[in-house]
């Protein structure tokens, strides 16, 4: 992880500020989607060229509608419960801007088994000209990945 976005000002305007609770908010609505299986809605907090990496961050998809079909068949029989926290963000330009959230999710497997991962995600995101804050680019490392 860079520390580019500890070294991000403190002071925000009014319109950032703004801006940081969307995005913080969008989020939000990102774990509450996948973790309600609302996978339609879970798609609307993506932009349609979002590009998800995980581990060395290498390519796992490549569009918004791949990223939908690869975890909801993969989560469809797994009850999660996901927490996002310790937030920081800063602005990379008028319109965007990347966050680092801590992870923390837990796992119902379909056998009873459940798993627990730590990591963080470390995500661009994009202001669209509906004025609205999507998903851009997801890079997901664990530091203990669900078992």
């Not at 590009?51 to 975890?71: C, N, P, Q, R, Y």
């Not at 963000?89 to 497997?109: Q, R, S, V």
């Amino acid at each position: 992880m860079s520390n580019e976005i500890l070294n991000a000002p403190l002071t925000y305007t009014l319109e950032q500020l703004s801006d940081i609770e969307s995005i913080k908010q969008l989020m939000a609505r990102y774990w509450w989607y996948m973790d309600n299986k609302d996978w339609k809605a879970w798609r609307s907090v993506f932009t349609d060229d979002l590009k998800f990496l995980a581990g060395d961050h290498e390519v796992v998809t490549d569009s918004a509608d791949a990223m939908v079909e690869m975890i909801s068949g993969g989560l469809e029989e797994v009850v999660t419960a996901h927490q996002g926290h310790q937030t920081m963000i800063e602005f990379t330009g008028p319109n965007t801007a990347k966050g680092t959230w801590m992870l923390n999710d837990n796992l119902k497997m379909a056998d009873g088994h459940i798993a627990k991962g730590f990591g963080y995600y470390v995500d661009d995101y994009e202001k669209g000209q509906d004025g609205r804050w999507r998903i851009k680019v997801i890079r997901l490392t664990y530091f203990i990945s669900p078992e």
